[in-house]
C-alpha cells in the first residue's frame, strides 16, 4: 500500500476581513492528494473572505507550490511583509511592482514589491 504524504496547513484565520496569517509551524495536516507534481515544499492554507468568489469559497482548502513559478492568468497566494496572505489572481509582475486581480467585487490592484514577502502558485482547491 502506498503512503499518502502529510501536507501541513500554515495559515490562522486572526479574525482579519479576508486572508490569513501565515504560520511557519503547521496548524493541522491533510492528506496529499495532489497528483503526480505533488512535492515535500507544498503547503495549503484555509479561504477566508469573498473577494474571490467565485473562484474560491471560504472554508475551502486551497494548496500552494512554491516551487513551480507563478504565472500571469493564475491564481497565486501572496504573502505581505506583514504576514498577512491574500489570494487573488496574477494580472503581471516586474522587477518593482506586482498587479492582481480580485473577482468581488472586480478590481485589479498594484502593490510595490517592498511590500510583498513572496507568492506562490495555486495547484488545487479542496472543496466539501
Same mark, same amino acid.
Given at each position: ?15 482579519? #476581513? ?46 500552494? #507550490? ?8 493564475? #491564481? ?53
Amino acid at each position: 500500500m502506498e503512503h499518502t504524504p502529510l501536507i501541513p496547513v500554515l495559515g490562522l484565520w486572526h479574525g482579519l #476581513d479576508e486572508g490569513v496569517k501565515v504560520t511557519k509551524t503547521p496548524v493541522a495536516y491533510v492528506s496529499g492528494w495532489c497528483g503526480n507534481w505533488q512535492n515535500e515544499h507544498m503547503f495549503a492554507v484555509y479561504v477566508h473572505g469573498e473577494r474571490m468568489s467565485p473562484r474560491f469559497r471560504p472554508g475551502e482548502l486551497v494548496f500552494i #507550490d512554491p516551487v513551480r513559478p507563478p504565472q500571469n492568468g493564475k #491564481d497565486v497566494l501572496v504573502e505581505f511583509t506583514d504576514q498577512v496572505a491574500l489570494l487573488r489572481r496574477l494580472v503581471s509582475f516586474s522587477p518593482s511592482h506586482i498587479t492582481l486581480r480580485q473577482f468581488n467585487p472586480p478590481r485589479t490592484i498594484k502593490y510595490h514589491k517592498s511590500k510583498i514577502r513572496s507568492f506562490y502558485r495555486v495547484c488545487a482547491i479542496f472543496c466539501r
